[in-house]
């Protein structure tokens, strides 16, 4: 059993931070240099947290599997950014940002987290905009903020559609400075393919250079891994095709406890799929619901007719049906669930049958469609050139997709795993969000951790680790990582089979998004296990990979990460089946409110909501890796809740 | 200075270079047509203006060595350029690009190359005076007498003389038109270089560039296109022609090496003085 | 619909690359072209020769991955898309399709499709940046950004560092990117300080990647997936040209305890 040591410091919530900041230890100035640190990953936790590590005085080794640090996954979020900056005066804060955040995850996350995160949100948009962030301005030169994802203050920054393109540009503008002035080496097309652990602590990586094919080792005093999220189990999804969750599986192997890995958020306006060629799935900004209106036909037989010539009283706005106040801006994991419900009730539209229409027929006539087009021209353009439609004249159609991982490998109050040494951040670990995150926090969250909770906690660490002591790359642990690495290499090139490692893939996600998609019950959970113990001997039987090691092979990089996802969606099946509740993005289909309840009966709630179970599930599932074969031992880290009562998430 | 040659070595500072030499050389060309479209008016009018520069050795040296100096940095900036350029992309594409240039930017070298045969012509033409290039025979021989009872070049008739030769006019025309191919590039561009551009400025600085060129081109060609046509001086010169049969300079005429000797080929060259462009 | 690919085929940069033709499958017109090739792929795997090569990552237009020349031009026959946001139904069932990597010696290729763009980055080392430590800068608010520097700032930032403008260009030079990146910092006041350093300083190593320069032919401008204008490579000319006139910093004499 690993010991689960949270390490939230004592006292009030608002000066947790504060006083464990103080109580940390330091390094002295002249000995930073002397302590290596590798970030694994350079998206906006990684850049971030590498540069401000290597201003500190850190000597810190970058590695990122792209060509440039800059095209990390973060590039693609379009909304925003939130922070509790209180700009446009209506009544946010700290307090606030904080308790949404809370409540947003469905209360399973750790309260001092993300009090923390809330806490820091602002300095966030201080550093950005230093660095050259064009966040989107008013007349007066100030910044603009909107609102997001259904909150009710407005907290957002943005930069246009981009902003996690133009955040990510900005912590890579300081990852090169760092790197310009030697604080940092940066190594790209280098993907980390296991971790290193030297009498229990994290101390180093293997690495294989994605051109050359090279494996190297590198040592150090710590690892940092930031490499986003596993939402690619799922093959069809809204991640970059090359998101994988391999650097953070293989430190799960080794030790590292994965966190609540069923939390993954399904995102409620992507375009729908369209065939079985299908390589990703796109998302459209959230922002669209703000003046779109979500409905799908009243009768079956109307799925297939032209959505004009459906009367209004055929229509069926079930969002605004549903949750008065919120209606269209209902959270995320609501509103994909009602699009779920409805088709499955058979009333889906397009080829599939899986899509409902997000309509802006309404927002035209009373704006006009010079507005429409000012606001959310692009995404229209977007919508266009993948379906051939033209949104002004016809209703979209969306459909959920997976979007975001909450789960992530365990982490204490430091961003520190179970294993010593071992720091995750950003999306790779589970720390914030709960059950479920809330718009424009994936950035907040990101950039939280990497300039301004990772280079104050990990001196901490370091503090107990003796200077220019790690251990050498010739030590027996590197050695036995690099033989695993180069084994299951071989393997898969020596393997005879005949199928394609994305053919898998495709399966596996099929599988998946069946079993433990956006519902999830105890049978069909089981089916899944099974079934991907199936497909995973199945796939060490019959996988062909092309190539050859020593040279650039995608093949081979895809076999590797596919072989991973097997393993993880496996787990990910097993965390849905043991948390006999629902909560945030995590619905069983067993513990859901009906009419009888009373909390429907007061108007709380809808017949349908996911139904916690506070007294049996407020804890964080940290699963352990427990040797090949053998079920994972199940470790939990209870939820304390110092501030806020837990209560029933209601939307209403 | 150090900066200023690193400067002028960058990729940038060339066409800096580029775009500087190209707007004197502009400006010569308007000086250059103004002057010679007196072609248009009596024969004495450029006769005189002819012998009025040739009384001002220093000043035509002047501005000779200096369009020599400007040519020659527009030159070999271009050639470092387009050396360099070219070793930018060591393997070719398959298919040839088809998109967003206009084509006259893709024919500056070329444009540029044509025009620079034509100059050594045109100065071998009308400066240098060399018989035996342009078809009609010495034209150091055409004297006249100017208004101040003067002897001077017969510049009016060695001009319509020369270009009633059709494929003198025709080389002419067809240099006018490069030249026109290279302003309407050039001029839009050397604002480019030098930075003076913006989303209100790019407009504008299109119908210049095109405006500019369009100008030039028909004040140069009509002058060829007018001879040719015998729209002007074809009595003049029917006049003047006798006065290449009888040779009052003698044996001068074959002496290509005096023709070339600079004091000689300046004070006999009268239109062409500044010809380079 | 079925189309013919002629696709470059190259092993490694050591080694002679050759074109090589294959038939795809039956294909969806509503399939982006690198799904194509994933079916492509597949099927060649399946048959056991070795699949294309080609870089592609967030499939949404936005991280700059993808390349390919495509039938002559980067990013396809489409304005203002990369080529993950091309799509098949702007090609005709039959169609010879020519795909070719981006073609600069900046940009060595590393395996048929794939070439090595980090010559960006290291442009991007020499200057890409405003000096500011974490923790350090002012309220977000303290400085007033003129909306419409901010919105000119924001047309430059969003440069996906694709290298189309490389490729596209006859000169295969890195004008338009260098331009966005320079104008982008230079057009904001927190980018005031190192303004002219950093234009110098980016060009230098422009120049030592060896890339060639601008003939204004505006092929860049075509190709961009962002659309950036050539009116940035103006602004960087004009940055570059004030430098020069500025010179070169005064040196500090002596230095402290």
Known sequence: MATLNSNVPVGPLAQKWEKHKFSNKLINPANKRKYKIIVVGAGLAGSSAAASLAELGYEVHNFVFHDSPRRAHSVAAQGGINAAKNYQNDNDSVYRLFYDTIKGGDFR??????????????????????????????YGGLLDNRSFGGAQVSRTFYARGQTGQQLLLGAYSALCRNIANGGVKSYTHSEMLDLVVVDGHAKGIIVRNLQSGEISRHNADAVVLATGGYGNVFNLSTYARGSNATAIWRAYKRGACFGNPCYTQIHPTCIPVSGDYQSKLTLMSESLRNDGRIWVPKKKEDCRRNPAEIPEADRDYYLERLYGAFGNLAPRDIASRAAKTVCDEGRGVGETGLGVYLDFSDAIQRLGEGKIRERYGNLFAMYHEITNEDAYRTPMRIYPAVHYTMGGLWVDYNLMSNLPGLFVLGEANFSDHGANRLGASALMQGLADGYFVLPATISGYLATQKPDKRPGTDHDSFQQAEENVQGVTRRLLGNKGTRTPASFHKQLGKLLWEHCGMARNKAGLEKGIQLIGELRADYWKNVKVAGEAGEWNQSLELAGRVADFLELGELLCRDALHREESCGGHFREEYQYTKNDAEVQQGLVNPGDVKRRDDQFAYVAAWEYAGEGKPPVLNKEPLVYEEVKMSTRSYK | MNSMISFFKSSLGKKYLMAVTGILLFLFLIGHLIGNLQIFGPPELINQYAHFLHSKPLLVWGARLGLLLIVGIHISTAAQLTRENRQARPVAYAVPPVYGSSWQSRYMLVSGLVILAFIVYHLAH???????????????????????????????????????????????????????????????????????????????????????????????????????LRLIGASHAEKAKHQLAVSPAGPRMFSIQTALSPLEADLSAETGKEAAK | MKVTLKVWRQKNRHTPGHFASYQTPQLNPNMSFLEMLDVVNEDLASRGEEPIAFDHDCREGICGTCSLVINGKPHGPHRGVATCQTYLRSFKDGDEIIVEPFRARAFP????????????????????????????????????VPKESADLAMDAAQCIGCGACVAACKNASAMLFVAAKVSHLGLLPQGQPERYRRVQAMVKQMDAEGFGACTVTGSCEAVCPKEITLDFIARMNRDYGVALLRGAPKKIAGGGA
């Open chain 1, 109 to 138: 996350s750790r309260e001092a987290n993300v009090y923390r995160l809330a806490e820091v949100s602002a300095n966030i948009i201080d550093q950005c905009v230093a660095q050259g962030v064009p966040f989107a301005r008013e």
């Open chain 2, 126 to 228: 009308f400066t240098a005076l060399l018989p035996g290039i342009n078809g009609v025979g010495d034209f150091r021989r055409l004297e006249t007498t100017l208004p101040g009872g003067e002897k001077g070049r017969d510049v009016y008739a060695m001009v319509v003389l020369g270009f009633q030769v059709w494929w003198v006019a025709l080389f002419y025309l067809v240099a006018q038109g490069l030249l026109f191919v290279h302003l309407g590039h050039g001029l839009a561009s050397m604002f480019q270089s030098l930075g003076f551009r913006n989303h209100v400025w790019a407009p504008r600085i299109a119908w210049f560039a095109r405006g500019a060129s369009t100008a030039l081109l028909i004040g140069y060609a009509a002058i060829p296109a007018a001879i040719y």
């Open chain 3, 109 to 144: 290729l590393v395996k048929d499709l794939v070439v090595d763009r980090q010559a960006f980055d290291r442009i991007q080392h020499a200057g890409g940046f405003i000096t500011v430590r974490t923790g350090s800068p002012p309220d977000a608010n303290a400085i007033p």
